[in-house]
């Protein structure tokens, strides 16, 4: 290849991008970053106001070594650019009854945790113990860039059948967890990770009980300076290595035209033999004037998040905090049928517990968030207007105050904003939902059907969601095109 035939294109600065783009620019390819909005980062970005700094997105690192490969990748030590300490107490769940319990960053604390609350800790040490082995096998058969069916794969998935059973693949993970736990707290606390994919617990097969296992047994972290710090660092690798960043260019078409891509923003047209998206895989398909065909019910699900600047410290909230809906199973029935939710769960993200930057002195920055059915136009001024009095009584019962009145500082992500500012198809956080075991295979790969200079990085495709799959799915994908020159 020419130096000019090792111009790329990548879309979108979000995690997956960055880590895409680092591998191959150090590889030799003259990487070109095209970015809609001002700045870096995707989902995981920064908001600072009057004060107050918050994460935008994700909230929670785990698997911090699949990141550190990008930098291990261009012979950097990753602790060179970011750096991050383990928790001790990773989340603080609160129940109706305003009972609460912690899940910590050691099982063994964990399991004498919930004995406290009725389940006795041999059976989920048994239980977790369990999964951890599937998890390690399923890491090499399903985490892998594409699912292939070799010699290789039929091997791993020889051995995770083994350890797992053909009834447990397709046991709704709810149902699995009533028959191995019978304590409907830990429960709902094990049935939350079907969140993390976007999925309903009552639908996503029992295999998804592996997602507990990542922040449960192999550590939940804190970054330095909070989530945004690891965008930062991706960035700063990037500019080392020679990716080039154009801020401000929204791309409004993708066009192939004599073995070449043609990207169109409003300033200019670009050139690529090669192109890889870190734009949500439906979005890309768009700008490709190619026919859509998915249901709202075929969407992970997207959210409502409240960044909220409140005057006053509240020592009994952790950095991570949930609080259940008094019927989880009936608000997923009302996400995935998009009906009005009647008693959300809300998630409570304060990073001024780690970090006292992050708010004035005496104040905290709260990250409130619920999930909401992919559909922008059913939230509504009027629907987010409800949603905000509803997550407001809830949180005063809870607390023993009134939130409203600490309120100095409100700004609002919603499914309509997701999607102006980071291309999220009808505002679904992780493309398509893993509610079958079906849709988990069939998770969209990596390179496209037609084009095979066509890739897909990021969160909405292989392996999946979360900073660190997606990470894994630009380190991968450019792999992928590196062993596919050579």
Not at 131 to 151: A, G, H, P, R
Request: hydrophobic residues 35%.
């Amino acid at each position: 290849m020419s130096s000019k035939d090792k111009s790329l294109v990548v879309l979108g600065s979000g995690i997956g991008g960055m880590a895409a783009a680092s591998t191959l620019a150090f590889s030799g390819y003259n990487v070109t970053i095209l970015e809609k909005c001002s700045t870096f980062g995707g989902k995981a970005g920064l908001l600072i106001k009057e004060g107050f700094n918050f994460d935008t997105g994700p909230s929670l690192l785990t698997l911090p070594d699949w990141i550190d490969e990008a930098f291990l990748f261009c012979n950097k030590n990753p602790r060179d650019y970011y750096s991050y300490e383990k928790l001790d107490i990773v989340t603080r769940y609160y129940f109706s009854d305003k009972t609460f319990v912690d899940v910590c960053g050691n099982i063994e604390k964990t399991a004498d945790h919930f004995e406290k609350i009725g389940l006795d800790r041999k059976v989920f040490l048994d239980y977790m113990s369990k999964w951890n082995e599937i998890y390690d096998v399923s890491e090499k058969t399903f985490l892998s860039n594409n699912i292939k069916f070799n010699k290789v794969f039929l091997s791993n998935a020889l051995e995770w059948l083994k350890k797992s059973s053909l009834k447990d693949i397709y046991l709704p993970m709810a149902k699995y967890n009533q028959r191995e736990l019978s304590n409907q707290k830990i429960e709902l606390i094990m049935n939350r990770f079907a969140t993390y994919t976007g999925s309903s617990p009552y639908a996503t097969p029992a295999f998804m009980n592996q997602l507990g296992v990542v922040e449960m047994m192999k550590g939940a972290y804190f970054p330095k300076g909070g989530i945004h710090s690891i965008s930062k660092a991706l960035y700063q690798l990037c500019l080392n290595v020679g990716v080039k960043f154009n801020f401000d260019s929204a791309v409004s078409n993708i066009s192939y035209v004599k073995n070449k891509f043609k990207i169109s923003t409003k300033e200019k047209t670009y050139d690529s033999l090669k192109l890889v998206s870190n734009i949500d895989f439906f979005q890309t398909q768009k700008l490709l004037q190619r026919n859509i065909n998915v249901s709202t019910k075929d969407l992970s699900t997207s959210c409502v998040v409240f960044y909220w600047g409140v005057t006053k410290e509240f020592p009994k909230l952790k950095l991570h905090n949930i609080i259940f809906s008094g019927d989880y199973k009936q608000e997923f029935n009302d996400i995935f049928n998009c009906n009005d939710i009647a008693d959300p769960t809300i998630y409570i993200n304060i990073s001024s517990k780690m970090d006292k930057t992050h708010a004035p002195n005496g104040c905290e920055n709260w990250f409130v968030m619920i999930n909401v059915p992919a559909k922008i136009s059913l939230i509504t001024n009027k629907e987010l207007n409800r949603l905000r009095e509803l997550i407001i009584k809830k949180l005063s019962i809870f607390v023993e105050e009134n939130i409203a009145s600490l309120i100095s500082f409100e700004e609002i992500l919603t499914p309509q904003k997701l999607h102006e500012n980071t291309g999220s198809f009808e505002g679904a956080l992780y493309g398509e939902n893993q509610n079958s075991f079906k849709s988990i295979i069939n998770r969209k790969k990596n390179q496209d059907k037609k084009l095979k200079n066509l890739f897909y990085v990021g969160g909405t495709v292989r392996p999946g969601g979360g900073m660190p799959l997606a990470a894994k799915s630009g380190i991968d994908t450019a792999k992928m095109i590196l062993k596919d020159e050579s």
